[in-house]
C-alpha cells in the first residue's frame, strides 16, 4: 500500500462535478503537502520545465479531446509512483541504517583521525542516499498527483454526441405545419454537439492541465552515486585505512542509478498514462526532462 495519494491542485469546477464527496480534494490537499515536505529533501537541481508551449484545448475537436481522455491510464499511473515511492522510502531507510550503524562500531572502539573522516565518509554517503531517497519520494508523489487528474478527467469528458437525421426528419414529419423543423432539429443537435464539446474543453483546461504543470514544476534531478570514501559533498577527503581498522565501509559505490520506469511528468499530448507508452502529458513541443527523468514520446497536436 503507498503512502502517496493522487491529485495536485484543488480541481476546478469541472473536477468538482465528477468528486461529490470531496475526496478528490482531500487527496490534493494531503498530496501537495507531501510535495512540499519532501522537496526541501531533495535538493536544488530540478529538472526545467517541460510544458512551455500547453495544447490550445479550445481549437481541438470533441472526438480529438474524447480519444485523448480515453487513452489516459490512471491505474498505471498510480502503479508507476508506488514503485518510485517503494524504492525511494527503502534506500532513505538503508541509508540511515547505513550511517547510525558505522556510528556504533566506530563509538568507542575507534579515536583519532581515521575515525573521524570515517565518520564524516559514512555520514555524507548516507545524507547522499537519503537526498536521492528524497527525489524519489517526490517524484512519486508527482506521478500519483498527475494519475489524481487523470482519474477525474477521463470520466468527465462527455461522450461524442453524432449528428442523427433521422431525428430530424422525425420531427419534420410530426411537424408538418413548420417548413422549418427539419432544420430546426439539425440546428439544436448542433448546439447540443457544441455545448459537449466546449464542456470537454472546460475538463481539459481545469482538471488536466494545471495539474500536469504542476507536476512538471520541481521535479528533482536525481543526484549522481557517490563512493562511500568519497567524503564529505564537495570535498577532496577519503578515509584514511592507516589509522584504524580501515575504512569501515563496505561497498565501494553509491546507491547506482537505477530507477523505476524511465519517464516522469512532463510535456506533449495525453497517452496511456505510462512512463514509456506515450504518458499523458501536456505540451505541444518534444521536450525532455534532463536527468533520469525521460518522456515518453509524443503525438503532434493538433492545437
Same mark, same amino acid.
Given at each position: 500500500?503507498?503512502?502517496?495519494?493522487? *491529485?495536485?491542485?484543488?480541481?476546478?469546477p469541472?473536477?468538482?462535478d465528477?468528486?461529490?464527496h470531496g475526496?478528490?480534494? &482531500?487527496q490534493?490537499?494531503e498530496?501537495?503537502a507531501q510535495?512540499?515536505?519532501?522537496a526541501?529533501?531533495?535538493?536544488?537541481d530540478f529538472?526545467p520545465l517541460a510544458?512551455?508551449?500547453?495544447?490550445n484545448?479550445?481549437s481541438w475537436?470533441?472526438?480529438a479531446?474524447y480519444k485523448?481522455?480515453e487513452?489516459?491510464n490512471a491505474?498505471?499511473?498510480? *502503479?508507476?509512483a508506488d514503485?518510485?515511492?517503494d524504492?525511494? &522510502?527503502y534506500l532513505s531507510g538503508?541509508?540511515?541504517?547505513?550511517?547510525l550503524g558505522?556510528s556504533?562500531a566506530i563509538?568507542?572502539?575507534w579515536?583519532g583521525?581515521g575515525?573521524?573522516?570515517?565518520?564524516a565518509?559514512?555520514?555524507?554517503?548516507?545524507?547522499r542516499? %537519503?537526498?536521492?531517497?528524497?527525489?524519489m519520494?517526490?517524484?512519486?508523489?508527482k506521478?500519483?498527483?498527475?494519475?489524481?487528474?487523470?482519474s477525474?478527467?477521463?470520466p468527465?469528458?462527455p461522450?461524442?454526441?453524432?449528428?442523427?437525421?433521422?431525428h430530424a426528419?422525425?420531427?419534420?414529419?410530426t411537424?408538418?405545419?413548420?417548413p422549418?423543423?427539419f432544420?430546426?432539429d439539425? %440546428?439544436?443537435q448542433?448546439?447540443?454537439? %457544441? %455545448?459537449?464539446?466546449?464542456?470537454?474543453v472546460r475538463?481539459m483546461e481545469?482538471?488536466?492541465l494545471?495539474?500536469?504543470?504542476?507536476?512538471?514544476?520541481g521535479?528533482p534531478?536525481?543526484?549522481?552515486?557517490?563512493?562511500?570514501?568519497?567524503?564529505?559533498?564537495g570535498?577532496?577527503?577519503?578515509?584514511?585505512?592507516t589509522?584504524?581498522p580501515?575504512? !569501515?565501509v563496505?561497498?565501494?559505490g553509491?546507491?547506482?542509478t537505477?530507477?523505476p520506469g524511465?519517464g516522469?511528468?512532463?510535456a506533449g499530448?495525453?497517452?496511456? !498514462?505510462?512512463?514509456?507508452?506515450?504518458?499523458?502529458?501536456?505540451?505541444?513541443?518534444n521536450?525532455?526532462?534532463s536527468?533520469?527523468?525521460?518522456?515518453p514520446?509524443?503525438?503532434?497536436?493538433?492545437?
Amino acid at each position: 500500500m503507498n503512502d502517496f495519494f493522487p *491529485g495536485s491542485l484543488i480541481p476546478g469546477p469541472a473536477a468538482a462535478d465528477g468528486d461529490q464527496h470531496g475526496a478528490y480534494a &482531500k487527496q490534493t490537499q494531503e498530496n501537495a503537502a507531501q510535495q512540499a515536505s519532501l522537496a526541501p529533501k531533495a535538493g536544488s537541481d530540478f529538472d526545467p520545465l517541460a510544458i512551455t508551449n500547453p495544447d490550445n484545448f479550445a481549437s481541438w475537436d470533441h472526438p480529438a479531446l474524447y480519444k485523448a481522455a480515453e487513452s489516459l491510464n490512471a491505474e498505471a499511473m498510480h *502503479g508507476t509512483a508506488d514503485a518510485w515511492g517503494d524504492m525511494g &522510502k527503502y534506500l532513505s531507510g538503508t541509508m540511515r541504517g547505513v550511517s547510525l550503524g558505522v556510528s556504533s562500531a566506530i563509538s568507542g572502539a575507534w579515536t583519532g583521525p581515521g575515525a573521524e573522516q570515517a565518520t564524516a565518509a559514512s555520514t555524507s554517503y548516507a545524507a547522499r542516499g %537519503e537526498q536521492l531517497g528524497a527525489a524519489m519520494m517526490l517524484t512519486s508523489a508527482k506521478y500519483h498527483a498527475a494519475a489524481g487528474a487523470a482519474s477525474e478527467t477521463k470520466p468527465a469528458i462527455p461522450p461524442v454526441i453524432q449528428t442523427n437525421p433521422v431525428h430530424a426528419q422525425i420531427a419534420a414529419a410530426t411537424n408538418p405545419a413548420n417548413p422549418l423543423a427539419f432544420q430546426l432539429d439539425l %440546428e439544436a443537435q448542433h448546439q447540443a454537439q %457544441e %455545448e459537449a464539446r466546449l464542456k470537454a474543453v472546460r475538463v481539459m483546461e481545469s482538471s488536466y492541465l494545471p495539474p500536469y504543470q504542476q507536476s512538471d514544476a520541481g521535479v528533482p534531478v536525481l543526484p549522481p552515486p557517490v563512493a562511500p570514501t568519497a567524503g564529505g559533498v564537495g570535498g577532496d577527503g577519503g578515509v584514511s585505512g592507516t589509522d584504524g581498522p580501515g575504512a !569501515g565501509v563496505s561497498g565501494t559505490g553509491g546507491p547506482g542509478t537505477g530507477v523505476p520506469g524511465t519517464g516522469g511528468p512532463g510535456a506533449g499530448v495525453p497517452g496511456t !498514462g505510462v512512463s514509456g507508452t506515450g504518458g499523458p502529458v501536456a505540451g505541444g513541443t518534444n521536450t525532455t526532462h534532463s536527468g533520469n527523468h525521460q518522456q515518453p514520446a509524443q503525438t503532434q497536436s493538433t492545437s
